[in-house]
């Protein structure tokens, strides 16, 4: 909480720490209510660092020390100065052993950082700088150490006691306690650390690493989970496969160890050999869990191992460096979620959400390049920028070095940095060393913030045989950037010709023609003109295949061109987005004017698309599915709420109308017969039947709400009884009202599912749907102490039911500024990240535009705000 003005914290302050600590030994007593640390740490001065005036200052927040020793003298209040940030030693010698003290309390831990309590057990969250309020510590990420940790507690209570690497002791204790000591003999910054308590049961397995090292897998849940953890130790065991054989990366302790918890603020914590997860992102069942459920527990799961090397053997050296570890993870998962399912269907979601969020960041007050400058609060910089850019960033470095030298470059990357803490100066330079490429202008996706635009015309001369591209780009300015540079954009591009196939893609200049397919252009500098040769006919061009880059493209295609593409193109990512690009013209001209023809061709097009049946079903489902409102209002200079949300239904429902007995069709055809299987085509399949039924039921179709009726009754797996529970919920009346209760008596203490009953009721665009919002905000399972039914109730309803969150009244910001100031005192780190909705006010009309201004005033009007809401809302008014 802060009194004064927060000072944000800049990279170019960024000094090696004074002092290293080699050894740490732990020993909790916990006890829910007060838990005492005793720490001892082995200090000395780094060789590296200049001196300063000879204190040592350590982290510390909500602590109580009742004592401090300096090699095993007691301390005297004389010697050493407490205050809100930490503990000052004076005057300390170069080497020393430091004990301290401490209690905690866990059960008022609200904020879910440090220890915390979570139902009935007792687990930690140390990401960012969580450590310091466990014990005094130099909690920064460029100081490693090696960590024993005792843990000692009440047997029936707590009868699993867990922390990082391998358990080396156990005893039990007179008093009805017991006490387990665990060793991690990998050197790691405090952020890594984890400790878990409570009574927990496990699903056990076996994975044997390519050098041969037998490795046990251990995934710990609540005794009432147990049949729900197997996706999840599947999905391990392929990430851990998949790791060694793309990366060349094993595993290197003898357990791996996942708890699921239910009070989580993020997605999961890759702590070394004890993952810390929100349960959402380990429990599956096909009872309780969606595919979309099943299919981000395996890229999260993987995510978090995929870290053991990209994060935790090397780190970052300070938090500017977040990316480092985050975008390289992130990149990782993606390419590993591609490589067990369909790279093209993986790869369309992941740009989905990337021009969802990333984008408007990016084009927004909060904007910040992939490696900020300065930060007031880390919380506040777990973005789509860190994260999803990020993993854009080494996903074209990948692209321009190529398959076998970026392999070479990550090997190089491995060894060079293996135990350290770096920067991503240092993973650019394992690029640059491997490739022997210059990436100086490369850089600047790291040290520019905003999205690239690219101006594309293609023209074609029939006498001369050629095809020249012409390619501008142009970066808009962001917050303290007024001026950008050019980027370094790799473009991928191919050339179709009139019979749909792709022609070699020939620049004027190359003695010889290359075999038809992609080709990858570099841009490095403002404009660009590429010729390309031995073209007897004018081909329609194929631009940024596969995505090459996170830009916005401005071409001159017209709509044949499009849905050429859409019914030809190699590359199924241009397939999709030829698509979309018809669609999303086509929702802006009717937002424009509700008269806008809807043309023959296009619904021809898309009903040509539907019956295609050799095409992979879950692509197909993308290719129909229309971008949502939230990612068309970003295409717009003042965002026209209402009329998206008229438009959005026009053309759904002239869609289902028309495609009707097609979509009746695929409904029927692909029907679940046998037991809830997850493969990609299973996923494609279900996909692609509740696409159809929604536009059947959204067109007002009878037989189509008959089989919806049927489907929520019938369905025996989650993914088809949510399907059709939302398109009841979103048709209102007593028949919705009689599924909703009918599921929630049904899934009374299945707190995933009913996370879901509540997001289901959040987005349906009902005009009373904030009322309802309200009303369940007191229904008795409803707390604001679980993240996860704080963003399944008010997140979704911001962030989902656009029209209704942006009602012209301005109800919706009162309702959510009210949440957010009710919110922060509690949870900091979940109060600010509520706001986003709000921060792009500017877009809007002047009346909104008046009104979330006001809401955003009154919040930056709230006493005492945590730092981490007082950096987005002051940033978002400045
Ligand atoms: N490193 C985690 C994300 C994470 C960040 C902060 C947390 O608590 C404040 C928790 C998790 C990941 O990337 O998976
Ligand atoms: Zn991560």
């Not at 489902?621 to 229309?626: H, I, K, M, Q």
């Not at 987005?763 to 707390?783: F, G």
Request: glycine share 6%.
């Amino acid at each position: 909480m802060y009194r004064e003005t927060p000072h944000p914290i800049h990279l170019k302050d960024y000094r090696p720490p004074e002092f290293l600590i080699d050894r740490v030994e732990l020993r909790f007593e916990l006890d829910p209510e007060c838990t005492r640390v005793e720490s001892r740490l082995a200090l000395r001065r780094n060789p590296a660092a200049t001196r300063g005036d000879g204190d040592l200052r350590l982290h510390g927040e909500h602590l109580k020390l009742t004592q401090a020793a300096i090699d095993g003298h007691v301390l005297t209040p004389a010697e050493y100065r407490v205050d809100g940030e930490g503990l000052t030693l004076h005057r300390v010698p170069d080497r020393f052993s430091l004990e301290t003290w401490v209690e905690i309390h866990p059960s008022l831990n609200t904020a879910l950082e440090g220890l915390y309590q979570s139902g009935d057990l007792l687990c930690t969250q140390c990401e960012a700088e969580g450590f310091r309020r466990i014990t005094y510590f130099l909690d920064r990420p460029d100081v490693m150490a090696r960590y024993t940790t005792t843990l000692i507690a009440d047997r029936t209570r707590f009868p699993v006691l867990l922390s990082n690497g391998n358990p080396i002791a156990h005893a039990e204790l007179p008093d009805g306690r017991h006490s387990v000591t665990w060793d991690d003999p990998f050197p790691k910054p405090s952020y890594l650390f984890a400790l878990v308590a409570g009574d927990l049961s496990v699903i056990e397995d076996g994975f044997v690493t390519a050098s041969g090292r037998d490795v046990k897998l251990r995934i710990f849940v609540e005794p009432h989970n147990l049949d729900k953890g197997d996706h999840a130790m599947r999905s391990l065991k392929k990430a851990m496969r998949w790791d060694e054989e793309r990366f060349g990366r094993e595993y290197d302790l003898d357990i791996y160890m996942i708890v699921a918890v239910s009070h989580f603020n993020m997605g999961a914590m890759e702590n070394k050999g004890l993952n810390v997860f929100n349960d959402k992102f380990v429990l599956a069942h096909p009872d309780t869990a969606t595919d979309v459920d099943f299919d981000g527990i395996e890229s999260v799961i993987a995510h978090e191992y995929f870290h053991n090397w990209t994060g935790n053997r090397i780190t970052c050296r300070d938090w500017f460096q977040l990316s480092l570890k985050e975008g390289f993870t992130v990149y990782r998962d993606q390419e590993f979620s591609s490589d067990v399912g369909s790279r093209a269907v993986k790869r369309i979601r992941d740009v989905r959400t990337l021009r969802a969020h990333q984008f408007p960041e990016d084009a927004g007050p909060l904007a910040h390049p992939v490696r900020p400058d300065s930060y007031i609060e880390i919380n506040n910089f777990y973005t789509n920028t860190v994260y999803d850019k990020g993993a854009e960033v080494v996903r074209m470095q990948a692209a321009l070095l190529g398959p076998e030298t970026f392999r070479r470059a990550t090997d190089l990357y491995f060894e060079r940095h293996d135990g350290q803490a770096v920067t991503t100066e240092d993973f650019v330079r394992c690029m640059e060393d491997a490739s022997g490429r210059d990436l100086t202008r490369f850089r600047r996706w790291y040290e520019q913030a905003g999205t690239p635009e690219l101006h594309i015309r293609g023209e074609y001369d029939a006498t001369a045989g050629t095809y020249s591209l012409s390619v501008r780009q142009q970066t808009p300015a962001t917050p303290g950037q007024p001026v950008k540079q050019p980027f370094h954009i790799p473009l991928a591009i191919g050339l179709l010709g009139a019979d749909g196939h792709d022609l070699p893609v020939w620049p004027a200049g190359e003695s010889e023609p290359p075999a038809p397919g992609t080709r990858l252009l570099e841009l490095t500098e403002p404009e660009h003109s590429f010729t390309f040769t031995g073209l007897n006919e004018r081909p329609v061009p194929s631009l940024l295949r596969g995505f090459s880059a996170p830009v916005r493209v401005h071409d001159d295609l017209s709509d044949a061109d499009r849905m050429f593409l859409m019914a030809h193109d190699s590359d199924g990512f241009n397939r999709w987005d030829a698509a979309q690009t018809l669609h999303e013209r086509l929702l802006l001209a009717l937002t424009a004017d509700a008269a806008h023809p809807i043309p023959e061709d296009y619904i021809a097009a898309c009903r040509r698309a539907l019956r295609d049946t050799t095409a992979d079903r879950a692509l197909l489902a993308e290719v129909l599915t229309l971008p949502s409102e939230t990612y068309l209002s970003d295409q717009m200079t003042v965002i026209d709420v209402d009329g998206l949300y008229r438009a959005h239904r026009q053309l759904t429902r002239r869609l289902g109308e028309r495609l009707r007995a097609d979509l009746l069709a695929v409904h029927h055809d692909n029907a679940e017969t046998g037991p809830y299987v997850f493969s990609p085509e299973a996923v494609g399949r279900r996909a692609l039947k509740n696409l159809a039924l929604a536009y059947l039921v959204r067109a007002g179709d009878e037989e189509g709400l008959a089989l919806c009726r049927a489907q929520f009754e019938a369905a025996h797996n989650m993914t088809d009884v949510m399907a059709a529970l939302r398109l009841l919920a979103e048709q209102g009346g007593a028949e919705a009202d009689a599924a909703l209760d009918t599921f929630h008596r049904r899934w009374a203490g299945e707190s995933l599912v009913l996370d879901k009953w509540f997001s289901v009721q959040a987005s349906a665009p009902r005009p009373d749907a904030l009322e309802r919002v309200m009303m369940l905000l007191k229904h008795p399972d409803y707390s604001a102490r679980n993240p996860n039914r704080v963003r399944a109730l008010v997140s979704t309803f911001s962030n989902v039911n656009q029209v209704r969150f942006h009602a012209a009244d301005g109800a919706g910001y009162h309702f959510l500024v009210d949440r957010v100031l009710e919110l922060d005192p509690v949870n900091p780190l979940l109060a600010a990240r509520l706001l986003k909705p709000l921060v792009r006010w500017r877009r809007f009309d002047p009346e909104r535009q008046t009104l979330m201004r006001a809401e955003l005033e009154r919040v930056l009007g709230g006493r005492d705000l945590s730092s981490d809401v007082f950096e987005v809302v002051s940033k978002a008014l400045a």
